[in-house]
Every structure is written in C-alpha cells, then in structure tokens.
C-alpha cells in the first residue's frame, strides 16, 4: 500500500464518518502513515509529539516549536509542517488550517470525534515497502538476542543479561519496549519473569519485542547451557511443534484468528497438554504493535495476506516465538537464527 493508497483509505473513512479533517497522533499510526516516522520522546505517553492532520486537499504535520526542526529535518521532510508555541494549546492552530469542519481524532480530545477503532485495521496489511523494512528489523531482532545469547552463562545475573539485550537491540537502532531475561528457576514460576536478578542457571530465556520504524519484531530463545531433564525437553519440544504448526497449518489467508486458535487448541492436545493452553495467551496479529489483535475463541479478525503474526506457544518452564510474515508464497520468517 502506497502512502496514496493509504492517504484514499483515510479519506474514505471521513467520507463514510462524515469528516472534514482527521488527525493521528498515536505513534502506531503516525509510523503506519509516514512509512516508518517516529513522533515519539517519551516512549511511555500515548501520544506522540507530533501529529498527521489530514483534510481532503492537503495533508500537514502538526507539532510544537520544540519538535518542529527535529521533524522537518529528519523524520517527515517530505511533509509540510505546521508549528505552535509549546506553551498555547494546539486548538488555535489545528483550526486555523480546518475552520469548523467536523474533526475526527485516533485519541479522546476535547475537540474532535474519536474514531481510533476506524484506523487500527488499516494498518494490518502491510505493502511491500514495510514489508521489506520488517524484514530487516526481524533479521536485526535475532542479531540481537543471538548476541546477547552469547555474552551470557549459567553465573550470568538476569539484569546483566538484560541489559546485554537491551544494548545489542539499541546498538541496532532498535527499541524494546518487552525485554525479559530469565533464570529456569523463575521460568517454572512465572509466564512473564521480568529480570529481577539472581544468576541464570542451567536454563534461561531471552525474550524480545523489539521496534523499529513502528513495527515490532518478536522472538524468544531458550539457553541450555546443560542438557535438560527429559520432561523439560518434552515439553519444549510440544512447543516447538505448536509454533511450527500454528505457522504452516493454521494461519492460513480467509480463515478466522478464533479458527487459528481452535487448532491450536488441537495442536497442544496432540502435543499431550490439551489444557496447555489456557495458561497464557497464544500471540495473534503483530505489526505496527507488539500484538495489534489477539486470538481468543471470540476473535473474528480475518487472516490475509500481507500480515504479520507472533505466535508464542508455551508451558511450565518452556516456550516458542517467532515473528513471520503471510505472503504470497506461504509463511516467511522474519526471525530466524
């Protein structure tokens, strides 16, 4: 999908909704619209720092005075850019571009219609230029944890594993908003071990969802660093059986996420643990999110190609993730070792 492309949905959406205007602050679909722009300083806010003002003649990027110059010259020089003085409220200035035409937001504001839910699946068919930039952030994403894999040993702390992770991934330009690293004493125990220090141990995990650009690449690799006992290794093979399974047989283009998951539920029975499942969410739908949409039983979202899924089977002290993308050749993996 051409920015054109994408700039005709967003306009088909105003038509239907009866906008004159729409601005997109939310960083998913500031980089989703730009290819790839980031409107962020404070990775935890909502919202970006700058804005996609969109109306049916024209397209701006609207921001304060602060973020202005770091936009015109680095991340959107191809758009016009409108500033305001940080100190005075953005209204002035959106209006004085869009008079009193209905405005439509992808956030709750005080001057304009929420219509987020309208966006977000736009979003989820990627065209062939992000595609390609996905597959160099996931190529990234494993160098990554392949290098912080081999900084580490069983006397390694989690937060000093951590931390190698974190700096291989920034090292790449990426950033990771989930990082774990964690002991197999702590995998037995928790689904998420967020680092908390102690050594590794005989066992560990490396977990990532690194972003770059917007879209997010996730992987999970385990370390042995002694072979594991045999119902260790019986039920990471279960897992590893489900994850290649969910990618070759069950996502698959016009089936449903529920649909998806219904083998999984199947996969993990065949596996020996028919109630493995229930004990973690199975992954879904990635891409400009870590998981834009999740599969539970409910989920009708319809699986196309172009997307991108993390699947991330899982049982005591094991798991399996990858990300990969649906294209018209079948499943390509973007993370692979």
Not at 69 to 80: A, C, D, K, L
Not at 115 to 134: F, H, K, Q, T, W
Not at 259 to 276: Q, V
Request: glycine residues 10%; negative net charge.
């Amino acid at each position: 999908m051409s920015q054109e492309s994408r700039r005709e949905k967003l306009r088909d959406v105003m038509d239907r909704l009866g906008l004159g205007a729409l601005l997109m602050q939310r960083p998913a679909n500031f980089a989703w619209y730009t290819g790839g722009a980031d409107n962020r300083v404070d990775h935890a806010a909502a919202l970006g720092v700058a804005g996609i003002l969109l109306t049916p003649d024209a397209e701006y990027v609207l921001t304060d005075n602060i973020e202005a110059p770091r936009m015109r010259g680095e991340e959107t020089p191809r758009f016009e850019i409108v500033e305001h003085p940080w100190y005075e409220d953005p209204e002035a200035t959106l209006r004085a571009l869009i008079g009193d035409s209905p405005l439509g937001t992808d956030f709750a504001a005080g001057y304009g219609r929420e219509v987020g839910e309208e966006i977000s699946p736009l979003r989820y068919v990627l065209d062939g230029a992000a595609i390609e930039r996905y597959r160099r952030l996931g190529a990234d994403a494993a160098a990554a944890v392949s290098e912080a894999a081999a900084s580490v040993g069983p006397g390694t702390d989690e937060r000093e594993a951590a931390a190698n992770l974190g700096t291989a991934c920034r090292r790449r330009g990426m950033y990771a908003p989930v990082l774990m690293a964690a002991s197999g004493e702590r995998m037995v125990l928790y689904r998420h071990p967020i680092p908390r220090g102690g050594a590794l141990g005989r066992r560990a995990m490396l977990v990532v969802c690194a972003e770059r650009g917007g879209l997010y690449a996730n992987l999970t690799r385990i370390l042995d660093f002694e072979d594991p006992n045999s119902e260790t290794a019986r039920r990471q093979r279960a897992c590893d059986t489900v994850l290649r399974r969910m990618r070759e047989e069950a996502t698959l283009p016009g089936r449903t996420l529920a649909e998806a998951l219904a083998d999984c539920r199947r996969f993990y029975a065949e596996e020996g643990f028919p109630d493995g499942w229930r004990d973690h969410h199975q992954g879904g739908m990635t891409g400009y999110a870590s998981r834009e949409v999740v599969a539970t039983p409910e989920t009708r979202q319809e699986i196309a190609r172009g997307q991108s899924f993390a699947w991330n089977p899982s049982l005591r002290a094991v798991k399996a993730e990858e990300t990969f993308v649906l294209t018209g050749d079948g499943p390509e993996i973007l993370t692979g070792s």
